[in-house]
């Protein structure tokens, strides 16, 4: 099955850098990468998503990028702050699997004023 | 509140009982996955329902959880017999073909 491996695991950040958090995928037939974004206590955000026909989606502060050869898509977070802390959820999923999410283990991003 | 909703939010039980918990999914999205959360991991399928047909159940599934989602609306998980290992967040997330997932709050169980 896919496996999605997530670095890194924590990253600590001053308010106003960028954050960068990377993740690799094993299937070649996955499709479908969205990222979330999740505060304790609460259910996964949905923050973006990009579809294997798209190199980089931009979203305000929030990008994605995805490079299909290498199986590796990565999310950008530029002029970071603190509400940005959280802990970042990417995935991956293949259209012919219903779409079911497989997850990376997490980043736990800290974002210091 | 149109998001996914979830009941109970948190429910402690003693090992060896059943447990129901309830998803109501965004209105008219057609697609509804559960999945299990444990501290420190990222969420792990369970399952998903295309209307109220339940097209694809993960190996963690074991025999000890169904889940019904019967008019192509809410959804149940009931997991029978409980084990210490149940112990997790259980997340419902729903969705309208093709789209992006939309989770709801979850249920924390947590079994003695």
């Known amino acids: 099955g896919e496996n999605v491996e997530q670095h890194p695991s924590t990253l600590s950040v001053q308010e106003g850098d960028s954050a960068v958090i990377k993740c690799t995928y094993s299937?070649?037939?996955?499709?479908?990468f969205p990222w979330y974004k999740q505060e304790l206590g609460k259910g996964p955000q949905l923050i973006i998503d990009?579809?294997?026909?798209?190199g980089e989606k931009k979203d305000q502060r929030i990008a994605v990028t995805l490079n299909k050869t290498a199986k590796h898509f990565s999310l950008h977070i530029t002029e970071t702050q603190p509400e940005d802390s959280a802990v970042y959820f990417c995935?991956?999923?293949?259209?012919?699997?219903?779409?079911?999410?497989?997850f990376g283990k997490g980043t736990s991003l800290l974002v210091t004023p | 509140d149109t998001g996914v909703s979830q009941d109970p939010r948190h429910k402690i039980t003693k090992r060896g009982q059943n447990v129901t918990f309830r998803c109501d999914p965004i209105?008219?999205?057609?697609?509804l996955y559960w999945y299990r959360q444990t501290l420190g991991q990222g969420p792990e399928f369970l399952t998903y329902?295309?209307?109220?047909?339940?097209?694809?159940k993960s190996r963690l599934l074991s025999d000890r959880f169904s889940a019904e989602r019967p008019k192509g609306s809410f959804s149940t998980l009931e997991i029978q017999r409980t084990e210490q290992g149940d112990s997790a967040m259980y997340l419902c997330?729903?969705?309208?073909?093709?789209?992006?997932?939309?989770f709801g709050p979850g249920t924390r169980l947590t079994v003695l």
């Open positions: 997330a729903s969705s309208l073909t093709p789209g992006p997932q939309f």
């Open positions: 299937d070649s037939a996955s499709n479908y």
């Open positions: 990009i579809r294997s026909n798209v």
């Open positions: 995935a991956a999923s293949i259209a012919n699997s219903g779409y079911a999410l497989n």
């Open positions: 209105s008219e999205h057609n697609r």
């Open positions: 329902f295309q209307n109220e047909a339940q097209l694809e």
